[in-house]
Structure formats: C-alpha cells, structure tokens
C-alpha cells in the first residue's frame, strides 16, 4: 500500500527555433534606411534606377525578390555599389537587428 508508482519525467517540448529574417527584407531596410538618410524620394530614386516607384516601395517594404539587375539599378541610383549592400546587408543579418523568415539566395 506504501507504494507510490514513480513514472519517468516527460520530455520538454521541442523549442521551435526563432525563424531568421527573409534576405529580401533586410535588402529592403538597407536600401529605405539610405534612401531616407539621403534625403531622397522614393519616385525620384525609382526614375534614376529606372523602376518604377510602386515596385522600389515592394522592394523596400520586403514584398519582392528584386533581381541583382535591378538591385544594381537602385543602389547605383543611390550611389552605392552592390558589394556596399550585400554588406550592409550581411551585417545586419549577423547582428540579429532583423525580424522575420529567412532565405538567402544561393
């Protein structure tokens, strides 16, 4: 009667990890953050990079997956060079400043 039955401890549950941020979303901050910091319009950046304004506003927001064509556009357009952005970029991804889903084009 004495007897307690002892049941083995349950396992935690799996911790699901943070997702990392979209690689297209940390693009699109970098390249609002200069743009802003330039003191620059989004049309008259879209005009110099020759896109137009809605779609350099989706890339900025992390809506599209611009090509390396037209990201060579908008950050010459900014006076950057891509090297410039992928850094920018890399950097925040490293430093965990970004939120969101991850994906980084191969």
Do not use: I
Not at 54 to 66: A, N, T
């Amino acid at each position: 009667m004495g007897d307690v039955l002892a049941f083995p401890p349950r396992p935690e549950p799996a911790r699901t990890p943070e997702p990392e941020p979209l690689w297209r979303e940390a693009v699109g901050h970098e390249l609002r953050e200069e743009r802003r910091t330039s003191g620059r319009t989004l049309a008259d950046v879209a005009g110099t990079a020759g896109v137009s304004t809605q779609y350099l506003s989706e890339v900025e927001r992390g809506l599209k997956e611009p090509s390396s064509e037209v990201l060579g556009a908008v950050t010459g357009a900014l006076g950057l060079r891509l090297v410039d952005l992928t850094t920018r970029v890399s950097r925040r991804l490293s430093s965990g400043t970004v939120t969101g889903p991850v994906c980084l084009a191969a």
